[in-house]
């Protein structure tokens, strides 16, 4: 096997974990352009989703895709719930006290996880067998494709989503400024609330669709959702493209920084990426100004 | 004041004739620190559960001598301070003979001062080499050195003529331990390492890793870790079509581990305490009995199988039990009849103590298994 092949198998295992960084992301750049919250709990909802999964899969025999929705319906609930709870309450508090808000509850939730479920970890079956199949010199599993799809699915769903509809459109003027959204009649709380809905739902599907291949239990939220967080910050918190991107290139550099360099540097090198965006382009890589937050 | 005098002479009497009483079936009292809850719990709750249960049945059938044994179990939850601070309380206000534990090497290691202060033996369930290397007069242990379970597998490798080895280890106390015998021993066996590659405990991919080995020399791949890691290390060996030989450690020789990888888990191969294989020994195997009584008891108290770390605190109770039967009653006694036991077949397997060894196993306390059709087959 030659130096390409490696080469090809580290890109490509990279796309499909950054694909799921992405997915991360995407909720955390949607809770914060509809609140200004930094919302730390998004890597629980991660982990609910699998948790959530893997309940009703192995504990309630539902097939994988009648699991995989209520898995998808029960975390977005939740985060309904938090935002209900936790967030609303406070709603005149700091920036910076809703961000310690959010910390305190994804301990919450990841303490409620481990006195529920347990401490083990567990597996979900995959979607489609475990045949792998080989594109261009490096080898994939059927999940990485759904991870493929799926995520590009959202992205699509969601960019028509924030263009094209009227929640969306809302969802848009809160980003830009919420009080001008509220003087012109958008119900900025409902806004809030939903883009909980959202972040949490993505989040969730996240959750589910790596739980075949990396496996679940409950304290996995704490590392997917920093590197989400990361992948948000490199695309410049948008909505869009930009939070994608930032995830690609991230679990790109992270797969080469293992695979090249050591793989003790791993989690490293995505913390260095971070220090060096917040430092010198605190905007994102993508973006030129403040305003293109969406 | 002769009334007085007399009612004192009462008493001085009565108080004697109690303490007569009292000696007769007074119990012998040992200690036991395991870290019950904690990141440990998986060890320390087999263990508590096994030592009662071990302790239950032998007061049940008349306790050792007449003299029932009473257990004196206290948490850890893993943190060392605080099993110090136990293990203190255990010798001065329980005033127990001997203690049983830690569950971990940690704990181990900061308690092993203290109970060599006051000099009462400590039976430790954990696994580091270094508990009893160099030798303390004080401490023993029961569960088996990685340096036995690396042997075991480097002279697997030899018979078949694999000496182009790649391995793969967990970055946390087990992992480092583990890489440090497999380096420290490949040359006795004529292994050369290829790839010394790592792993995050909680690391999700570890295709970039096992690509480097693809691309490497190697023959085969040993891989160091527990749960979930090794799971995921499988996988991605069958995602990237790996076709060599690939060896885990004992530190994954549980059903969980066949449940997390699926399919992914067949065909692999590692050392493993006999526990998990009871049923398939031959009968001629010493510790056949010992193994059949103690996974059958657990099942019929706690409705799930016996387990490796349950089986370091049957030895430890089994052993204490033995150097007592020995007419051992004070701490100093049970210290130097621990260290005459020979050929005790017990879980982790055939203990034999001596003054320069104080972990009393060899390398056939491990057996070779195979993963197949999601079971355990021996290997030889």
């Known amino acids: ?294 | 004041m002769k009334i007085r005098s007399v009612s004192y002479i009462a008493v001085l009497l009565a108080l004697l004739f109690f303490a007569g009483v009292s000696s007769a079936a007074e119990s012998i009292r040992i200690g036991a620190l395991f870290s019950v809850t904690g990141p440990p719990s998986f060890l320390g709750e087999p263990e508590r559960n096994t030592a009662q249960m071990v302790v239950d049945e032998i007061n049940k059938a008349g306790g050792i001598k007449g003299r029932p044994l009473e257990l004196v179990v206290y948490d850890t939850s893993g943190d060392p301070t605080k099993a110090v601070q136990l293990a203190t309380k255990l010798i001065k206000d329980d005033k127990v003979v001997a203690i049983i534990g830690p569950s971990t090497t940690g704990e181990t290691m900061a308690v092993k001062p203290v109970t060599e202060k006051e000099q009462i033996p400590l039976i430790s369930c954990a696994a580091g080499s270094k508990i009893t290397d160099p030798v303390n007069p004080w401490t023993f242990k029961t569960a088996q050195n990685d340096t036995l379970a690396v042997a075991r597998i480097f002279e697997y490798l030899q018979k078949r003529k694999l000496d182009k080895v790649a391995i793969l280890s967990v970055s946390d106390g087990f992992g480092a331990s583990g890489r440090e015998q497999l380096k420290g021993q490949a040359s006795k066996y004529g292994i050369t390492l290829v790839v010394d590659d790592t792993f995050g405990p909680k690391d999700t991919d570890m295709t970039a890793q096992l690509t480097k080995i693809r691309g490497s020399e190697a023959q085969a791949i040993i891989c160091w870790g527990t749960n979930p890691g090794p799971a995921v290390v499988a996988k991605n060996v069958r995602q990237l079509g790996i076709k060599l030989p690939l060896f885990m450690s004992h530190g994954v020789s549980s059903k969980k581990f066949i449940e997390l990888a699926g399919e992914a888990a067949e065909g692999i191969i590692l050392p493993s305490g006999r526990v998990i294989v009871a049923d398939l020994l031959p009968a001629s195997d010493a510790q056949k009995k010992s193994l059949m009584a103690y996974v059958q008891n657990y099942k019929h108290h706690y409705n799930v199988e016996g387990d490796h770390f349950g089986g370091h605190a049957w030895d430890a109770v089994m052993l204490l039990k033995k150097a007592l039967e020995q007419g051992a009653d004070t701490p100093a006694s049970i210290r130097d009849q621990l260290e005459k036991i020979s050929g005790f077949a017990g879980i982790g397997g055939v203990f034999g103590f001596s003054p320069t060894d104080h972990a009393g196993l060899t390398k056939d306390a491990f057996v070779l298994v195979e993963i197949k059709n999601r079971d355990w087959v021996l290997v030889d």
């Not at chain 1, 130096?3 to 809770?31: D, E, K, P, R, W």
């Not at chain 1, 920093?226 to 410049?236: D, E, S, Y």
Request: aromatic share 10%.
């Open chain 1, 1 to 294: 096997m030659d130096f390409s092949q490696q080469i090809s198998q580290y890109i490509l295992s990279g796309l499909a974990t950054g694909a799921i960084y992405a997915l991360i992301g995407l909720g955390f750049a949607i809770i914060y352009n509809s609140t200004g919250i930094i919302n730390f709990a998004q890597g629980e909802f991660v982990m609910l989703g699998g948790m959530f999964g893997v309940y009703f899969h192995t504990v309630h025999n539902f097939n994988l895709a009648v699991a995989l929705l209520l898995a998808i319906l029960f975390a977005a609930v939740s985060g309904v719930l938090f935002e209900r709870l936790a967030i609303r309450p406070l709603r005149r508090a700091t920036p910076l006290g809703l961000v310690i808000i959010t910390i305190g509850g994804s301990i919450l939730v990841r303490g409620l996880a481990m006195l529920v479920w347990g401490k083990d970890t567990h597996a979900l079956p995959t979607f489609s067998g475990d045949e792998p199949l080989s594109l261009a010199g490096a080898t994939l599993l059927p999940q990485h494709m759904w991870i493929f799809a799926l995520t590009v699915l959202l992205i699509v769903l969601s960019k028509l989503f924030f263009q094209f509809t009227i929640t969306g459109k809302a969802l848009r003027a809160c980003a830009v400024n919420q009080r001008a959204a509220g003087l012109v009649g958008i119900d900025v709380r409902r806004m809030v609330m939903f883009s909980f809905l959202l972040a949490s739902g993505m989040g969730a599907l996240a959750g589910i669709i790596i739980a075949p291949l990396t496996m679940t239990s409950y304290d996995v939220g704490i590392m997917l959702g920093l590197k989400g967080f990361c992948a948000a910050i490199i695309g410049g918190m948008s909505n869009g493209l930009g939070t994608v991107l930032g995830g690609l290139i991230l679990g790109v550099l992270e797969a080469l920084g293992a695979g090249l360099i050591s793989s003790g540097y791993k989690d490293a090198v995505t913390f260095i990426i971070l220090l060096l965006i917040l430092f010198l382009r605190p905007q994102g890589l993508f973006s030129r100004g403040e305003s293109e937050r969406v």
